[in-house]
T-cell receptor
Framework: DVKVTQSSRYLVKRTGEKVFLECVQD?????MFWYRQDPGLGLRLIYF???????EKGDIPEGYSVSREKKERFSLILESASTNQTSMYLC?????????????FGPGTRLTVL | GNSVTQMEGPVTLSEEAFLTINCTYT??????LFWYVQYPGEGLQLLLK?????DKGSNKGFEATYRKETTSFHLEKGSVQVSDSAVYFC??????????FGGGTRLMVKP
């Protein structure tokens, strides 16, 4: 069974803290994605990765960075958390191909920055 | 750029009612189209998809037809159940295996 796991379901951090969100997939997928989900805005792509050590900016990369040292793991980093980064963060993965394959999502991490 | 517009929710229905959630899109070319569903406390999961014009995607009693002439991909179900209560997202394929999502529509089904 396909599985994408995220390190935490809920996190509370303080402004200025460095925050790490971890995502692991067990499907040997090449592509991994980080989104944030906010009411009325749907999902917005922060960063994605096509392969190990590769990363590309999505629509809203400001204030975030990512790391992909191993194929199965994709980390999202908030260098200095701010209150406007309070959100639900979703990780997803998919296999590569000519057409977009199904993206498989983790359960999400709800981050609150105080 | 590409964009997806969904009807705003919440949509509240009684059990066994007919459901329509509207989705229209703007895109270059002919992207694949998707409906994802998010049940409470969970991540998104694929509900159905269509890869070319006039294709009909279907799953769990839900259907959506890829209408190129109206750039639409409306989600329908003939008889909703309480267990269908969730948030539904319409999405389209961009180049490079990426998706553009609509804002989501919350469906609430009452017994």
């Amino acid at each position: 069974d396909v599985k994408v796991t995220q390190s935490s379901r809920y996190l509370v951090k303080r402004t200025g803290e460095k925050v790490f969100l971890e995502c692991v997939q067990d499907m040997d997928h090449e592509n991994m994605f980080w989104y944030r989900q906010d009411p009325g805005l749907g999902l917005r792509l922060i960063y994605f990765s096509y392969d190990v050590k590769m990363k590309e900016k999505g629509d809203i990369p400001e204030g975030y960075s990512v790391s992909r040292e191993k194929k199965e793991r994709f980390s999202l980093i908030l260098e200095s958390a701010s209150t406007n980064q309070t959100s639900m963060y979703l990780c997803a993965s998919s296999s590569s191909g000519v057409h977009t394959d199904t993206q498989y999502f983790g359960p999400g991490t709800r981050l609150t920055v105080l | 750029g590409n964009s997806v517009t969904q009807m705003e929710g919440p949509v509240t229905l009684s059990e066994e009612a007919f459901l329509t959630i509207n989705c229209t899109y703007t895109a270059t070319g002919y992207p694949s189209l998707f409906w994802y569903v998010q049940y409470p406390g969970e991540g998104l999961q694929l509900l159905l998809k269509a890869t070319k014009a006039d294709d009909k995607g279907s799953n769990k009693g839900f259907e959506a037809t890829y209408r190129k002439e109206t750039t639409s991909f409306h989600l329908e179900k003939g008889s909703v159940q309480v267990s269908d209560s969730a948030v539904y997202f319409c999405a389209l394929e961009n180049a490079g295996n990426m998706l553009t999502f609509g804002g989501g529509t919350r469906l609430m089904v009452k017994p």
